[in-house]
C-alpha cells in the first residue's frame, strides 16, 4: 500500500526564496495535516484539513505560512519568504474519517534548511 | 501544566532487560491514547493504540490510568532495534487534533 508522500525530501534555500512543500495523502483518507519538527518544541501542529477544507489553522506561524489542498489527493505547505528560524523537519499525516481514535500515518518529511 | 508530558531520557538499558516510561496527561477528559516510535531522522510510526483496559502486542504492553492520567510503556526483553524514540500522543477531547509529547529516547546497550 502507497503511504502518505512527500516532496522534495530535502531542500536548501536562502532566505527570501519561496519554498513549497508538497503531501500526497493515503487514499480514502478524509483528514491531512502537516507539523513541524525541531528539537526544541518537538513535533508542532501546524494546520489540518477536513474533506479538502482547512479547519485549523491556529498552528500557522505567521502570514508568511499558508496552506492549500486543492484536491483529495494533493496539499502544499507553502513559505514566503522564508527565514532561517523556518528551518525543520516537515511532516504531512493522513487518517481516515471518524473521531479521533484513528492514528494519523505520516510521511517520510522533508528536511529544510534556511540559509 | 503542560498538555503531555514524557521524561526525555535518555534510558540507557542492556539488551535483554524490561524498560518501562511513562507519560502524563493534563487533560481529564481526553479519550484516545498512542505511543509512536520514531528512529533518528525518520518519521513517527505508530506502535500501539492504548486500551482503557490496557493491552499488550508482543513484547509491548500499554497501559492507562485515568485515575493518575497517565499512560505507559513497558517494553520485555527488549532488542537492539527497540533503540528509538517513543513519542507519547493524546487527543484530549473527540477531536481531530491529537497532542504530541517530546519523546522518551531508549539506548539499548549490547
Known amino acids: 500500500d502507497a503511504g502518505v508522500i512527500q516532496s522534495p525530501r530535502h531542500e536548501v534555500t536562502e532566505m527570501g526564496q519561496e519554498v513549497t512543500l508538497r503531501c500526497k495523502p493515503i487514499s480514502g483518507h478524509d483528514y491531512l495535516f502537516w507539523y513541524r519538527q525541531t528539537m526544541m518544541r518537538g513535533l508542532e501542529l501546524l494546520i489540518y484539513?477536513?474533506?479538502?477544507?482547512?479547519?485549523?489553522d491556529s498552528g500557522m506561524p505567521e502570514d508568511r505560512f499558508s496552506a492549500k489542498m486543492p484536491n483529495a489527493s494533493f496539499s502544499t505547505l507553502k513559505i514566503q519568504p522564508s527565514e532561517p528560524r523556518d528551518s525543520a523537519v516537515y511532516f504531512c499525516?493522513?487518517?481516515?474519517?471518524?473521531?479521533?481514535?484513528?492514528?494519523?500515518?505520516f510521511g517520510d518529511g522533508t528536511r529544510l534548511s534556511i540559509l | 501544566r503542560k498538555e503531555v508530558e514524557q521524561d526525555p531520557g535518555p534510558f540507557n538499558v542492556p539488551e535483554g532487560a524490561t524498560v518501562a516510561f511513562n507519560c502524563t496527561y493534563s487533560n481529564s477528559a481526553s479519550q484516545s491514547f498512542f505511543w509512536y516510535r520514531q528512529d533518528c531522522r525518520k518519521e513517527p510510526k505508530l506502535l500501539m493504540s492504548v486500551y482503557s483496559s490496557g493491552n499488550e502486542d508482543g513484547r509491548f504492553t500499554a497501559q492507562l490510568n485515568r485515575a493518575s492520567q497517565y499512560i505507559s510503556l513497558l517494553i520485555r526483553d527488549s532488542k537492539l532495534s527497540d533503540s528509538a524514540t517513543y513519542l507519547c500522543?493524546?487527543?484530549?477531547?473527540?477531536?481531530?487534533?491529537?497532542?504530541f509529547g517530546k519523546g522518551t529516547r531508549l539506548h539499548i546497550l549490547p
Open positions: 484539513f477536513n474533506n479538502n477544507v482547512p479547519i485549523d
Open positions: 500522543v493524546v487527543n484530549p477531547t473527540w477531536d481531530d487534533k491529537i497532542i
Open positions: 499525516a493522513s487518517r481516515p474519517g471518524g473521531q479521533g481514535d484513528q492514528p494519523q500515518h
